[in-house]
């Protein structure tokens, strides 16, 4: 079984930073890879930023000089670090685990992050 639990939203001001977590407990962690999606209301959810399990990374072009994410496979945990937020980062933000051999994705519960003065 696979579960991903996530940590680090809340509030902030626009320019401020946040960085999420998300720790899994899954044996295929080390060979999966990780993303980072997120939804606002009455919008489609978009994919933000993945990582392979060797540490290669893409962003949306939204996103793109002001997040970075990480993962520590000895620990089992993938950082979104998130810089200069705007408004309209505002969203839930969900992590998402894809298995290299196996159909089918796992998600978190999602925690929300809240850009605004």
């Known amino acids: 079984q696979v579960q991903l639990v996530e940590s680090g939203g809340g509030l902030v001001q626009p320019g401020g930073s946040l960085r999420l977590s998300c720790a899994a407990s899954a044996s295929i962690f080390g060979t999966s890879v990780m993303a980072w999606y997120r939804q606002a209301p009455g919008k489609e959810r978009e994919l933000v930023a993945a990582?392979?399990?060797?540490?290669?990374?893409n962003y949306a072009d939204s996103v793109k000089g002001r997040f970075t994410i990480s993962r520590d496979n000895g620990k089992k945990i993938v950082f979104l670090q998130m810089d200069s937020l705007k408004p309209e980062d505002t969203a839930v933000y969900y992590c998402?685990?894809?298995?290299?051999?196996?159909?089918?994705?796992?998600w978190g519960q999602g925690t929300l992050v809240t850009v605004s003065s």
């Open positions: 990582i392979t399990s060797g540490g290669r990374p």
């Open positions: 998402n685990l894809k298995p290299a051999y196996l159909r089918g994705d796992y």
